[in-house]
């Protein structure tokens, strides 16, 4: 049986050479997945962890576009459909001058395990380009939006794969790439969530991972006798995860003192309160500017730490939850958290702790949420804008938000028990991986091999 897991993980590294990331991914999920094949030997049977690794079609193009001053620029799109064995592709889009094969492999496969997890009808996939969208006007960022759906449009649909935002991409990137879709396609669908509310968006959607994070987190604190009233919470990222994750934890009582981007980290002991969340949304999603400005605004006690992480900083911390990028809290970071008293971590991005720093918080007796759980609230509320599309309606923000909640509180509870079924009691990486692989491995050999 170890042989079967190790010649799949061996095989995955050999022809996916250079794939650092997508390596990471599939390390993870197939070692936790070690108690259901022992359970299962149909699914060594009909071979479903080599065909879980290998994306269904992975498309991979050209987006050429011109600046502000006529000249061009070329970068390089792709859009990886790994799973559609529940539902059809389901997965943000991702701008970052990183992106490359590695990454959008990592994504699409985790995507395929936590779509499962929302108990609604996606598969997986993820897309992005190496576009820094960092420093470009406005309608240079409508162009690159264009000429990246220019050809994605051909691959996408919203019975075929339904992309979102990631890292990079958020309403107004949406908007530029459902405005070509609908011009090329005369069609109004629901090709693209993360809408805006007045062109087919659902209420809920943009605050839907940071909530959800916090709702997955608020129950991991239930389990050991807790809530958030006057917990310290340490968040990262400044970006959509991070901005809401630091409102819902504010409205549950908690009080966030950090949180940070690609320069550096703001720590702010008095707590991020809601006035100052508004000069956070501002400053992010209109001005688009650096956290530092943050710091120099408030003054005060606020420090702004350039080029750190929160996770070392010295001081008494409940609650850790990652919302920026992957690999953003390594073994020391864990160490430090330990020593400072966290109880739970609890991941908003994905993938953001490395697998050492995971083993030691799980060993350490840290409650720990992995991602493709504790983020799954994002792409549960796009499902509930397909689900609206599909009927012409929209929801109210109520209905929207317990929805959320409802199944936030659902997938705690099945990765809860699944771990305790197969012998690992508190183990929320076994108990989501075993829970989102059962399901849609469960629908491939219904499917026959295809
Ligand atoms: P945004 O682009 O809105 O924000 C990203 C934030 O992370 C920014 O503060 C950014 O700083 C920081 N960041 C990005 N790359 C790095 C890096 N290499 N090092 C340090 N900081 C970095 O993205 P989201 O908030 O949407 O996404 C954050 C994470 O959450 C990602 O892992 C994403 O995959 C995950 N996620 C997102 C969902 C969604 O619905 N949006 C759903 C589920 C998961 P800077 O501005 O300096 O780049
Ligand atoms: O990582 C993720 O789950 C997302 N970026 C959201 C995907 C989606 O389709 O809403």
């Known amino acids: 049986m170890v042989d079967y897991i190790t010649s799949v993980y061996e095989t995955v590294v050999e022809k996916n050479p250079a794939q650092k990331e997508f390596h990471q991914a599939v390390k993870e999920v197939l070692e936790s997945l070690r108690p259901a094949i022992e359970k299962h030997p149909e699914f060594k049977?009909?071979?479903?962890?080599e065909r879980i690794v290998e994306p269904e079609r992975q498309v991979i193009f050209r987006v050429p576009w011109v600046d502000d001053k006529g000249e061009i620029h070329v970068n390089r799109g792709m859009r990886i459909q790994f799973n559609s064995a529940i539902g059809p592709y389901k997965g943000g889009i991702r701008f970052h001058p990183t992106v490359y094969e590695g990454i959008i492999k990592?994504?699409?496969?985790?995507?395929?395990?936590?779509?499962?997890?929302t108990g609604l009808p996606m598969g997986g996939g993820k897309g992005g380009a190496d576009f820094d969208?960092?420093?470009?006007?406005?309608?240079?960022?409508?162009?690159?939006?264009?000429?990246?759906?220019?050809?994605?449009?051909r691959h996408v649909g919203p019975d075929t794969d339904v992309p979102a935002g990631d890292i990079g991409v958020g309403t107004r990137e949406i908007g530029y790439m459902f405005g070509v879709y609908k011009k090329i396609r005369n069609e109004f669908t629901g090709v693209l969530t993360g809408k805006g509310l007045e062109w087919g968006g659902s209420l809920v959607r943009t605050e839907a991972?940071?909530?959800?994070?916090?709702?997955?987190?608020a129950e991991m604190l239930k389990v050991k006798?807790?809530?958030?009233?006057?917990?310290?919470?340490m968040i990262s990222g400044s970006g959509n995860v991070a901005q809401y994750a630091v409102q819902k934890v504010t409205q549950l009582g908690g009080k966030v003192i950090t949180v940070s981007d690609s320069d550096g980290t703001v720590y702010d002991p008095d707590g991020i309160d809601a006035k100052k969340l508004e000069y956070i949304l501002e400053l992010k999603n209109v001005k688009r500017g650096r956290i530092k400005e943050y710091a120099d605004h408030f003054g005060g006690n606020i420090q702004y730490l350039p080029g750190r992480r929160p996770w070392r900083i010295g001081?008494?911390?409940?609650?850790?939850?990652?919302?920026?990028?992957?690999?953003?809290?390594?073994?020391?970071?864990?160490?430090?958290l330990v020593n400072n008293g966290v109880k739970v971590v609890c991941e908003g991005a994905n993938m953001p702790t490395t697998l050492d720093a995971t083993d030691y918080l799980i060993k350490n007796g840290v409650a720990f949420g992995p991602g493709k759980a504790a983020n799954a609230g994002g792409v549960a509320t796009?499902?509930?804008?397909?689900?609206?599309?599909?009927?012409?309606?929209?929801?109210?923000?109520?209905?929207?938000?317990?929805?959320l909640k409802n199944i936030m509180v659902n997938i705690h509870r099945t990765a809860y028990e699944t771990a305790?079924?197969?012998?690992?009691?508190?183990?929320?990486?076994?108990?989501?991986?075993?829970?989102?692989?059962l399901k849609v491995a469960k629908a491939m050999i219904a499917q026959g091999v295809v």
């Open 420 to 437: 305790q079924k197969y012998g690992y009691p508190g183990n929320y990486v076994v108990g989501a991986n075993i829970a989102g692989f």
């Open 106 to 117: 990592f994504l699409g496969f985790e995507q395929i395990f936590k779509n499962a997890l």
């Open 45 to 49: 049977q009909h071979k479903i962890l």
């Open 133 to 153: 969208p960092k420093g470009k006007s406005e309608t240079e960022i409508m162009r690159f939006c264009q000429a990246f759906m220019l050809e994605l449009f």
């Open 225 to 233: 006798n807790m809530d958030f009233k006057d917990k310290i919470v």
């Open 209 to 217: 991972t940071g909530y959800g994070v916090t709702y997955f987190a």
């Open 315 to 336: 001081t008494h911390v409940d609650v850790a939850m990652p919302c920026a990028t992957q690999n953003e809290l390594d073994l020391e970071d864990a160490r430090t």
């Open 382 to 403: 796009s499902g509930l804008e397909m689900a609206q599309n599909s009927q012409r309606l929209s929801w109210t923000w109520e209905e929207v938000d317990a929805k």
